[in-house]
């Protein structure tokens, strides 16, 4: 059989359960050939509505996905810690001795608030996973990647943003800060790496049911209604929607895309 993604390694972050973007992208890049690092911080979950998962769960799942001989590996970080983002990268990329994707989802979500609520402490805890570990992540895995100067052996990169640009993120002004800056600083990320063969672009995937839209785990019942109604094609994305869009960036078929943020959201910003 063809695997497209056969004798790549990808770091995928934010692996903690397996209704999370993170295992869905992971999956579907280890069904492509890859071999699959991934990274999980499963305290964070925990504290959530939605709740946490057993993380052999998310090791059996992408174990079961592997094709074609590839490997996989999986290390615990907390990306608010010092270091931690570099460590990763050092830690993936010594499990085959390469790396050739990084897909940062890691988020910090929930103990958010208004404007008027943001603090020191809240405003930094969503920076530092958010933004500034993604920063630091791809200057590290720039750092490591070998280019051989073809279009084919380019590296990829893709970031993950929230859609705060097409409305408002009530009572979360922490995370929309820390994820519009990814979304800002895309084009000028991604003209630096370009010279050192890395292909950055950034993923905005909608409102994506990962367990926080589900009426008996959601964190916002306020406005649950009101976002399904303004789902044109009648349902919330799955995480599955938005793993296809980032496989098809970091395979051949997306290596003519660099520099995008690209939404991923069944028309949701068309209806705001």
Known sequence: ??????????????????????????????????????????????????GGADVEAVRSGIRSALTGGAQTADFHADLADAGAAVTLIDDAAAVTGRLDILVCNQARSGGDGTILEATDETLDAHWTVNARATVLMTKR????????????????????????????????????????????ATPSAAAELLAHGVLLNTVNPGPTNTGYLDPETTDRPEILDELRAA?????????????????????????????????????FRLGL
Do not use: C
């Not at 409305?167 to 922490?174: F, I, K, L, T, V």
């Open 1 to 50: 059989m063809n695997y497209p993604l056969a004798g790549r390694t990808a770091l995928v972050t934010g692996v903690s359960r397996p209704k999370g973007i993170g295992y869905a992208v992971a999956s579907r890049l280890a069904e492509l050939g890859a071999n699959v690092v991934v990274h999980h911080f499963a305290p964070h979950d925990a504290e959530q509505p939605w």
């Open 141 to 184: 895995f720039t750092e490591l990647f070998q280019w051989d100067r073809t279009e084919e052996g380019t590296g990829r990169a893709i970031w993950l943003t929230s859609g705060q640009l097409f409305g408002p993120m009530r009572s979360e002004m922490s995370y929309a800060l820390s994820k519009a800056a990814l979304a800002g």
């Open 231 to 267: 789902m044109p094609l009648g349902r919330f994305g799955a995480p599955d929607d938005v793993a296809r869009l980032i496989a098809w960036l970091v395979g051949s078929d997306g290596r003519w895309v660099v520099g995008e943020v690209i939404s991923s959201d069944g028309g």
